[in-house]
């Protein structure tokens, strides 16, 4: 199975928002509420920002919303701060039983 | 406070094997389903399989490029899980997490290892 599709980058000023989006197919994004978001900086261990679409776990600023339409899910930073800027994972359970990652996206704050 | 601490990274020869350990601590292992996660140097995460807890029937699933040369396994009486990986290959250097596997979350990788690196090299 294919991993899933994130844009390489991705950038907003202080303050701002920003979307990333996870493109997969039906067969995971579009089949299951179970995509999850992880944010690593670098030389950190990734931690679990969105589950299940849109949940935040305790610990996860309310900043942070995940969404999903289709095949395609997604997850906002609103009101940017620079510690904000890390790498973001997403993640989807698929048909064959596995998690499937997505590329990853280098999130810059300007 | 959850803990989980890997062992076994070491520099290996291409076609060799290698036993990964991770000692968790810090909530009931016995009921958790667990996963393993790589991530090759300067690249993205890699999910590499998870087990079931035994209460769940203690099946593994894995994705199809490691099929057939790793094995994930448990020892509940000793809090540990395993990651044994045969053949191994100049791809498979990484850093290799265990995780925690939120069955209760839709599967979401709530607690992470620090991670212990595997080097393939001739």
């Known amino acids: 199975q294919s991993a899933l599709t994130q844009p390489p980058s991705a950038s907003g000023s202080p303050g701002q928002s920003v979307t990333i989006s996870c493109t997969g197919t039906?067969?995971?994004?579009?089949?299951?509420?179970?995509v999850s978001w992880y944010q690593q900086h670098p030389g950190k261990v990734p931690k679990l920002m969105i589950y299940?679409?849109?949940k935040r776990p305790s610990g996860a600023p309310d900043r942070f919303s995940g969404s999903k339409s289709g095949n395609t899910a997604a997850l906002t930073i609103s009101g940017l701060q620079a510690e904000d800027e890390a790498d973001y994972y997403c993640?989807?359970?698929?048909?064959?039983?596995?998690?499937?990652f997505g590329g990853g996206t280098k999130l810059t704050v300007l | 406070e959850v803990q989980l601490v890997e062992s076994g990274g070491d520099l290996v020869k291409p076609g060799g094997s290698l036993r990964l350990s991770c000692a968790a601590s810090?909530?009931?292992?016995?009921?958790?389903?667990m996963s393993w996660v790589r991530q090759a140097p300067g690249k993205g995460l890699e999910w590499l399989g998870r087990?079931?807890?035994?209460?769940?029937?203690?099946?593994?699933d894995y994705p199809t490029f490691v099929k057939g040369r790793f094995t994930i396994s448990r020892d509940d009486s000793r809090n540990t899980l395993y990651l044994q990986m045969n053949s191994l290959k100049i791809e498979d250097t990484a850093v290799y997490h265990c995780?925690?596997?939120?069955?209760?979350?839709?599967?979401?990788?709530?607690?992470w290892g620090q991670g212990t690196l595997v080097t393939v090299s001739s």
């Open positions: 299940e679409v849109s």
């Open positions: 995780t925690t596997y939120n069955v209760r979350i839709g599967g979401a990788l709530d607690y």
């Open positions: 993640s989807s359970y698929a048909v064959t039983k596995t998690i499937i």
């Open positions: 039906s067969s995971d994004v579009g089949g299951y509420n179970y």
């Open positions: 087990i079931k807890s035994k209460t769940d029937g203690g099946t593994t």
């Open positions: 810090g909530f009931t292992f016995s009921n958790s389903w």
